[in-house]
Structures are given as structure tokens and as C-alpha cells.
Antibody, heavy 127, light 106 residues
Framework: QVQLVESGGGVVQSGRSLRLSCAASGFTFSNYGIHWVRQAPGKGLEWVAIIYYDGHNKYYADSVEGRFTISRDNSKNTLYLQMNNLRAEDTAVYYC????????????????????WGQGTMVTVSS | EIVMTQSPATLSVSPGERATLSCRASQSASSNLAWYQQKPGQAPRLLIYGASTRAAGIPARFSGSGSGTEFTLTISRLQSEDFAIYYCQQYNYWWTFGQGTKVEIK
């Protein structure tokens, strides 16, 4: 079935780095943009970043711009989030989520909402 | 940034009753509005996109309406599995979420 599975979370000291992964299965990974979304303990959802289907276009929330890097390997059906210079406020459950828009031949349609989510991976930044 | 404001923060409803959740955008989101349901310890689940289109497998008791800056999610007859937190999200200009409405048992 269509599935996203995150991994790589853990406890890390402030200022250090961590890389998250998101493995996709059950659909053609290279036809979809994928987002990272995070949720601090007891808080709401915050969009973090998106990488489009071909990996060429990437965008970030202001809160992580310059510290986080999103990437993907379509040959491995895997998404990544490299997180550098981590701060206490980055502590959250990190979800990968598929953008609903289907992309083919350089054209995407029907996108924007997040129709498939992983189970999340917890990142704790200690000071 | 488009700021999304949901009301109320908490809604107490009896099973079988109707629940009406509101979401307001600080500027027009057109019809690029989604609703998600999240239960404790679980990932969010897409309920509604395009302001009023139910996602695959979502029961007909869930309906969405609105456009521009005012949106509503209605759950016509609450069932036990519907008690959860609901988030609206605009995707007209980047992506932002509301702070959530918790639907609890009255």
C-alpha cells in the first residue's frame, strides 16, 4: 500500500546536526513533491520544507532556511532532511507528507494538500 | 504569510450531534483549503481538499464549505471515532496551518 516511513530521529545537542530519512513505497515516488512538516510537543503543525518531484525546486520555512536542507534520491525512493545547527525550538515530531499533486512530463496538477503522511520521527534537541 | 485562525479552540459535542468548525484566513486562500484530522499519537489524515472535496475513503458525514477567507468543516453526526483535533491548512500561498480545534465528548 501507499506508505511513507520516517527514520533518523533521536536526541542531539544544541548546535549539532541530524539527518532524517523518509522511505516511500506503493507509488511512483518521482511523480510527487514531498514535504516535511513538524509538530512540537503539544503544539500544532508547522510546514518545514518541500522538494518537487524532480528535486530541482526546494523551498523552506523562514524558521529553518539556511540550516535545513531537503533532498531526494528518486532511484532509492527516499527523501532526506539534513538539519544543521539545531536549536531547542527544533524539538518536534517530524513528518514527511506527499503533496497530492501528480507531476508528469514537467507538468503538475491537483496539488497542494498533503494526502499521505508518515508516522513521524521524534527529534529532541537538548541544551 | 497567510495566517489561519480556527475557532473554537475546543468544541464539546455529544455523540450523534452536529459539529461545526470554523477557519479564517488573514487573506484570500481562494479554494485552496484542506482539513485534517489528528488523533493522539497518530499522524494527521487528510479529510477535505479544495475546500469541499472529500479525500478518498472519508465518510459522507464530513463536509467542507467556504472560499476566500471563511471556511467551515461540518461533521453531521459525530461518532466516537471522530473525537480528535482538526486542523485547517491553506495552500494558496505556501502552506500554513491553523492552530487546531479539539472536538471532545460532551
Amino acid at each position: 500500500q501507499v506508505q511513507l516511513v520516517e527514520s533518523g530521529g533521536g536526541v542531539v545537542q544544541s548546535g549539532r546536526s541530524l539527518r532524517l530519512s523518509c522511505a516511500a513505497s506503493g507509488f511512483t515516488f518521482s511523480n510527487y513533491g514531498i514535504h516535511w512538516v513538524r509538530q512540537a510537543p503539544g503544539k500544532g503543525l508547522e510546514w518545514v520544507a518541500i522538494i518537487y518531484y524532480d528535486g530541482h525546486n526546494k523551498y523552506y520555512a523562514d524558521s529553518v532556511e539556511g540550516r535545513f536542507t531537503i533532498s531526494r534520491d528518486n532511484s532509492k525512493n527516499t527523501l532526506y532532511l539534513q538539519m544543521n545547527n539545531l536549536r531547542a525550538e527544533d524539538t518536534a515530531v517530524y513528518y514527511c507528507a506527499r503533496d497530492k499533486g501528480y507531476c508528469s512530463g514537467g507538468t503538475c496538477s491537483g496539488g497542494g494538500a498533503f494526502d499521505v503522511w508518515g508516522q513521524g520521527t521524534m527529534v529532541t534537541v537538548s541544551s | 504569510e497567510i495566517v489561519m485562525t480556527q475557532s473554537p479552540a475546543t468544541l464539546s459535542v455529544s455523540p450523534g450531534e452536529r459539529a461545526t468548525l470554523s477557519c479564517r484566513a488573514s487573506q484570500s486562500a481562494s479554494s485552496n483549503l484542506a482539513w485534517y484530522q489528528q488523533k493522539p499519537g497518530q499522524a494527521p489524515r487528510l479529510l477535505i481538499y479544495g475546500a469541499s472535496t472529500r479525500a478518498a475513503g472519508i465518510p459522507a458525514r464530513f463536509s467542507g464549505s467556504g472560499s476566500g477567507t471563511e471556511f467551515t468543516l461540518t461533521i453531521s453526526r459525530l461518532q466516537s471515532e471522530d473525537f480528535a483535533i482538526y486542523y485547517c491548512q491553506q495552500y494558496n500561498y505556501w502552506w500554513t496551518f491553523g492552530q487546531g480545534t479539539k472536538v471532545e465528548i460532551k
